[in-house]
């Protein structure tokens, strides 16, 4: 199968430097993509300036899976001072929401549902946990897929496709296709969401933090970056096998808080992939430590 890979650098702090490092990571991440058996899409954002494509097809549009939920979170309270929701508001969920044969901590915790949340505590479970139940809870009370996609091109992501909830996903797992957009636009809205204004300063905060609590995906763009220092605030997404045992959308996106101030925005996504679970994990994590690697060397570069 014909490997694709999508690097997106921006070249803002040091740009002679990163150009000149961009060449040895395109060829750093071929190499580790070298044999991989599934269609690879990978972006990194850094900056509003200039840009440099390094290698691939950045056109293509990629499953999100659970990676939409971050989309979802945005729509939710960026909606909300005109609505009077917060991340303090309390919904209460149904019994008839804890629906089984799905991932849900949240159900598991409450199978008898009737509980009272606060629709913060709901995110929680959507973001950092990636549970199902609760991001079906929010589509219920605050807006259909297609207002989430409406919602996050109108801040200027014109590649997102929001279209199937996770109920509808389950009953059809061929309906995954519609949410998806490509890695450049992922990278990107992750790379600008930490300085953005798009929430009120409150829910802004709320979200960073969740994301930097996320408890899925360690072993994914995490694990790339162990001893340096650096953070990252993710969202991952695992979609379906088909009846070939192709995965369907296996993803990792998020921004990486460098120890030197900067970050960077990436997004890897796997599609149409033979490889196991684990073998693409440890795909993310090897692509995840050459990215960050040559950032630090550039920042050390730049201080000679």
């Not at 060829?27 to 954002?45: C, D, Q, T, Y």
């Not at 849900?104 to 009737?114: E, V």
């Not at 605030?233 to 996106?253: E, Y």
Request: charged share 20%.
């Amino acid at each position: 199968m014909r490997l694709r890979l999508h690097v997106f650098l921006g070249l803002v702090v040091c740009p002679l430097l990163l150009l000149a490092q961009s060449a040895g990571l395109s060829r750093s991440l071929e190499l580790a993509l070298r044999g991989f058996r599934g269609r690879v899409g990978v972006a990194v954002v850094y900056g509003r300036g200039d840009s440099l494509v390094v290698a691939g097809d950045v056109a293509h549009s990629y499953p999100l899976s659970s990676v939409v939920k971050f989309h979802q979170a945005l729509y939710v309270l960026g909606r909300a001072p005109g609505c009077g929701i917060s991340v303090d508001s309390v919904v209460t969920l149904a019994p008839a929401e804890m629906v089984r044969d799905t991932w849900s901590p949240l159900r598991d915790r409450y199978p008898r549902g009737g509980v009272r949340l606060t629709v913060g505590e709901v995110l929680r479970y959507s973001l950092q946990q990636s549970d199902n139940v609760a991001c079906d809870a929010l589509f219920r009370r605050f807006g259909a897929p297609a207002r989430v996609e409406a919602y996050v091109r109108s801040l200027g992501f014109h590649a997102c496709h929001v279209g199937a909830t996770e109920a509808d996903m389950h009953a059809d797992p061929t309906r995954a296709v519609a949410n998806r957009s490509t890695p450049v636009d992922v990278a990107r809205l992750f790379y600008e969401f930490p300085a953005a204004q798009w929430l009120a300063p409150e829910a802004q905060a709320f979200v960073r933090d969740a994301l930097l609590g996320c408890s899925t995906g360690t072993d994914r763009l995490p694990a790339g970056l162990a001893g340096t220092g650096a953070r990252i605030g993710h969202k991952t997404g695992t979609g379906f096998r088909d009846a070939h045992g192709r995965m369907q959308g296996f993803n990792d996106a998020g921004f990486v808080l460098l120890p030197d101030g900067r970050r960077y925005g990436i997004a890897v996504f796997i599609d149409d992939a033979l490889a196991s679970d684990a073998d693409c994990a440890a795909l993310m994590a090897r692509l995840s430590a050459l990215v960050c690697r040559a950032f630090s060397a550039a920042s050390v570069s730049a201080g000679r």
